[in-house]
């Protein structure tokens, strides 16, 4: 895309979440040659990192934050809470299979909003597909990339199932 600013974050609790989960959010945006930069962010563990990116996010205009975390997963609430960014979470797997983080990512009291994607993989490249629409209602090269990206989608899925 023209414009050359980093336009996503993505952050995980840990770097757990990465392999096999959020590297797939990541080469989704890459596909989708969208700006974006990758951290390691624990609510929890590292709360004053999660201050400093933020500061840095909303001071460069950042349009999007994907949150990633797993089991009692508040990275994305906390985020949420700390700035006006919309933040997409993701529910990454666990010992309950994941159950826990999605419920603490999508049971946000009203308020504060967090557009919770589904748990593991699908979620991860789910949050970059979001984070796309998003992005592709202001910038045209987006939009017509995800036209095409649908487009595509659609033949790969055959009539029959044998
Ligand atoms: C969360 O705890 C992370 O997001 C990760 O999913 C989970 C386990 O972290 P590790 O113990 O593997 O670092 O904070």
Not at 27 to 32: S, V
Not at 45 to 63: D, G, I, Q, S, V
Not at 77 to 88: D, K, M, R, S
Request: proline share 4%; hydrophobic share 40%.
């Amino acid at each position: 895309m023209k414009n050359k600013k980093i336009m996503v974050g993505i952050i995980m609790g840990s770097k757990s979440d990465w392999s096999g989960t959020m590297e797939h959010c990541s080469n989704t945006l890459k596909e989708f040659g969208i700006k974006h930069d990758v951290k390691v962010i624990s609510a929890h563990r590292t709360p004053k990192r999660l201050h400093t990116f933020l500061k840095k996010a909303e001071k460069n205009k950042m349009e999007v934050i994907i949150a990633a975390a797993g089991m009692s997963a508040h990275l994305a609430g906390v985020t949420a809470a700390l700035t006006t960014i919309p933040v997409l979470g993701v529910p990454t797997e666990s010992k309950l299979k994941g159950l826990d983080s999605l419920l603490s990512t999508v049971q946000m009291p009203s308020g504060i909003p967090v557009g919770t994607l589904a748990i593991g993989k699908a979620g991860a490249i789910n949050a970059a597909l979001l984070a796309i629409s998003i992005l592709s209602t202001r910038y045209s090269d987006v939009f017509k990339k995800l036209k095409k990206f649908r487009n595509s989608f659609e033949k790969k899925v055959p009539k029959k199932p044998y």
